[in-house]
């Protein structure tokens, strides 16, 4: 084992509260749920108990919610640029933290060591990022049609913004969220995935303690149908800013539409690694390997298709097969292990399900596509790295997110079936084209409709300062990242100034 792999024991990882189940932030104060229910978070790894958090019940949301509610008012009247401050030095304490937030991750969520520092990674880039907002937040100044008026538009924040985010980027999503949210103006309530609880404890902890005032930013832990719903449908939350799946965004969707309130939502995808024949086939071989079995697939990005032209998919699906069986799998604290366990059992039921779903549908099981048991892997909860052969489009698992170490390979005929079978799914989020034909490659950017698309590279890998989503039901039109993410958690207010001292009426004949 490397040093850089040596593991410190729990206590030393975590500086947590004495006190086991309160880690609930509200208005400043760390509580325990107010009928002192817990939920326990395992490693998913070795099914060690990592700690137990409060299960919020609707008493504990509404105190959240109040709490940011009557905090609103300071926070949005406080200089951006001194909002921006406190923002900054949280970009600070995670530069200072990174090593043990890291580690955490890697126990609670069970991705490879080096992807989770990734993650913390991304979140120290997110905070800096959107900190530095807190100077521009640019509105404009444009010319009026009437003559002595002055007119220009500038950015208010929303009110209170739910902030709901799952299990499988347990840091760097919670910060897409809530650094936005907070530079803008906004406070915030916080329903991380009940899977990684002290990963969100330790973020909010260490923004709470780089001098955020009392309930601008409120942490609730909690299962997603009780703590999740209760948050989502407070009248008091004018924003839900959701990642998760398709099926729990659609609900808090309709849910919101019922009381006019915004809805961010950012869903599953379905995404397609297309390779023509003329493609470098080792450069897409480690695209692929790594954009479906990286995070054991669970990324919204993860590559569960691989779209190849005739010529080259039988070499490319044997090539793939031979590397998919070389993943290790492991704990990702190990340093020899490429694949980390799955998030949970019913995930890996799940998967197991899609599996034996498309064996039926008459695709081809090629590697993989059982539970591994051997040695240590019992405790855990470990899949098989799988592919399939002779795959059909428009099967189900050509069609549905799996989130798993699951991908499948299609032929075809050309580029423009290729573009055809990549654009045909529920999901719209990203795609990746490996060719060296200039020509096809500028086609494909003109006719993919995913919102995220690469050339000659897999399809996971954001940047912060772009905008991150997709299309379809991959989202309702929003974008993170980038500036459009002040579009999420900023509204416009357009100002007009008549200092001509008498009536002028607009749109007159
Ligand atoms: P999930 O939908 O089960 O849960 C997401 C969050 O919603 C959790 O905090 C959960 O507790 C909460 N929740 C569950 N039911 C709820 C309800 N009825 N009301 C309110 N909140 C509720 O998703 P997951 O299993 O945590 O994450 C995996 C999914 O997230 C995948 O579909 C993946 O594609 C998607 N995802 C999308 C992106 C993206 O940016 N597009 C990024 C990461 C993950």
Redesign the pocket.
Known sequence: MSEQHVLSPPEQILSLPREDDCFNLIDGEWRRAADGRIVESRNPATGALIGAVPQSGAADVDEAVRAARAAFDGWRKTPAPKRAEILFRVGERLIQRKRELGELMAREMGKVLPESLGDVQEAIDMTFYAAAEGRRLFGYTTHAELPSKFSMCVRDPIGVVAA??????PIA?PTWKLMPALVAGNTVVF?????TPFCAVELVRLMHEAGLPAGVLNLVHG???E???A??QHPGVDLVS????????R??AIRGAEQMKRVSL????KNAIMVLADANLDLALEGIVWSAFGTSGQ??TAASRVIAQREIAEELTARLVVAARKLRLGDGLRPETHVGPVINAGQLRRIHDYVQIGKAEGATLLCGGEIATEGDLAKGHFYRPTVFGDARPQMRVCQE?I?GPVTVVIAVADLDEAIAVNNATPYG?STSLYTQDVNAAYRAIRDVTTGLFYINAGTIGAEVHLP???TRG??NGHR?AGQAMLDIFTEWKTVNVDFSGKLQRAQME
Do not use: M, Y
């Open positions: 709901i985010t799952p299990w499988n980027f999503i329903k991380p995935s009940q899977d299962a997603g149908e703590t999740g719903a948050l989502a959701f990642t998760g799946s398709h099926a729990v965004g609900q808090i950012e869903l599953g995808g990324r919204c997110e989130f989020l991150f989503g997709g991959t989202g993170e």
